[in-house]
């Protein structure tokens, strides 16, 4: 059998943490559970991190920079802002997220005890934030946009579909999905200066139905 190389092993640990994350909350994941999935010692862990917290921290980066890889691919076959911004909406609120929107629920949850978690999920966190500022002040130049501060508007937008969706993660009764899409989008259309509606009827074939 090849003998794995330092990184393959390190990766191999990583996706064992996921996995057992996915099932017991990044909180609940210890050193144990990881090398027991592996069928190996918790010395084989802390051969290759230096702490759980490492572990932790890249499970959660892994699965998130998936989740705004795929966004990211999304958006950059779609043409104008408007569309861009109604796909970003619309899609934010897919069931397919949920299993990344747990890990940021844990995430946000575990990031006072764990500085790497924090560091992970801060800088994760700035780069949806990036990705939504890059939206608005292409439509702010092109002219569909009425935004005279891009980069509040990118940070309220975020924190308002964080909201959301978080709580139909974590609260799975309380909101529907087509509820939330409703009240984000009408929210965003009245800070961009877009007429109601404006995002609902953009959004692309296959985007979460309203």
């Known amino acids: 059998m090849r003998r794995m190389s330092q990184r393959d092993r390190r990766e191999a640990i990583i996706d064992a943490a996921i996995e057992v994350a996915m099932e017991n909350g990044l909180g609940a994941t210890t050193v144990r559970d990881v090398a027991g999935r592996m069928g190996s010692s918790s010395g084989l862990i802390h051969h290759y991190f230096e702490s759980m917290d490492l572990v932790l921290a890249g499970a959660f980066r892994r699965v998130a920079e998936k989740d705004l890889a795929t966004s990211r691919d999304e958006l950059a076959v779609l043409g104008d802002p408007v569309t861009q911004l109604a796909h970003f909406v619309n899609t934010y609120f897919s069931p397919d997220r949920d299993p990344a929107f747990q890990f940021w629920l844990d995430a946000w949850s575990e990031a006072g005890r764990n500085g790497a978690l924090q560091q992970a999920s801060s800088s994760l966190n700035v780069e949806w934030q990036q990705t939504l500022l890059t939206i608005i002040e292409s439509g702010v130049d092109s002219g569909d946009f009425e935004c ?7 940070w309220s ?10 709580q139909i993660v974590a609260h799975r009764t309380v909101l529907s999905r087509a ?7 009408g929210t965003i259309e009245r800070d961009l200066g877009l007429p109601s509606g404006a995002l609902r009827h953009q959004a692309p074939v296959g985007a979460s139905a309203l």
């Not at 937008?157 to 978080?166: E, P, T, W």
């Open 179 to 185: 509820q939330s899409i409703v009240w984000a989008a």
């Open 157 to 166: 937008i975020l924190s308002l579909l964080d909201g959301l969706a978080l």
């Open 148 to 154: 005279s501060d891009p980069f509040g508007a990118s």
